[in-house]
């Protein structure tokens, strides 16, 4: 059985994140949330079998990470810009209020922008 994204599934922290170690996508998705400001419950699958088991109702029958489940809607291998619009939109908790006025995805965006710039052009 396949999730789609606006499927439910069980209860649990408002963000889970499924991960496997050595996974360059998750390793950059964990930045990305930790740069944000979001807390996060993260799974790895190859510790845990019922992670792994949701992991794969969601992708089709394979291990795709990371696959995130937001306020009960699954996604899988998402951008952590996409992701952390869909935080700042699907749950109230982790939006403007607990950030200062700004959604996570300001702080990122300005850093990422900032870094750009510093870079001297021609080299």
Known sequence: MT???TERVSPGPTVQVF???GCPYCA????ALSRGGVDASWRNIWADPAAAQLVRRATGGDETVPTVVVAGRCYVNPTPRHLLSVIAEL???TGPDSHGGQPPTAGVIAKTRS???RRPVGR
């Open 115 to 117: 870094r750009w710039r």
């Open 28 to 31: 950059r998705l964990r930045r």
């Open 19 to 21: 991960w496997r170690p």
């Open 91 to 93: 749950t109230p908790q």
């Open 3 to 5: 999730l789609q994204p």
